[in-house]
């Protein structure tokens, strides 16, 4: 795995496992300093987190004070960015959209780690939903900072 200087959590609509993702890694320690970023595939105006996932956040000792969504657009994918995917549908729009040789540089979180089950998107379910998914996030962001701090040794 190549280094990154940058890595951008996208899904759906960028307003409750994106930032959560977000303030998960934030959350941790990384030997290689790196840029942090949630961002959506279909966001027509700019939201906030979503009250639930702030909610979770918050509880866990994470703030995510004015987070707003953004779009993924093409001049995100630069060469030193990582983009991780909630899902592999959104996956493969993304290399639909920007290109087949941008395969290494866009993967599914839980794929990318070793994690069967993909981060199931908890919008609209009851805060247990939100906490699960939490806990889920969490548990492949700690492989995920494993891979980029051993990562940083090579």
Known sequence: ???YNRII???????????????????????????VLAKGLVVQFSEPINQKAEAILISNGIHMEGFVSVQLTEEDLTEDTLILT??????????ELYGEDKEEDIQ???????????????????????????????????????????????
Request: charged share 30%; with cysteine.
């Open 86 to 95: 909630m899902e592999r549908s959104q996956k493969e729009k993304l290399l």
């Open 108 to 154: 599914v979180l839980t794929e990318l780690v070793g994690d069967e089950l993909e981060i199931l998107d908890p919008y609209g379910g009851a805060l247990p939903s939100y906490g699960l998914c939490y806990e889920t996030l969490r548990k492949s962001i700690k492989k995920l900072v494993k891979l980029l701090n051993e990562n940083e040794g090579e």
């Open 1 to 3: 795995m190549k280094t």
């Open 9 to 35: 959590f996208v899904g759906k609509s960028g307003t409750s496992r994106e930032p959560m993702a977000k303030g998960i890694l934030e959350d941790f320690s990384l030997k290689h300093p790196v840029e």
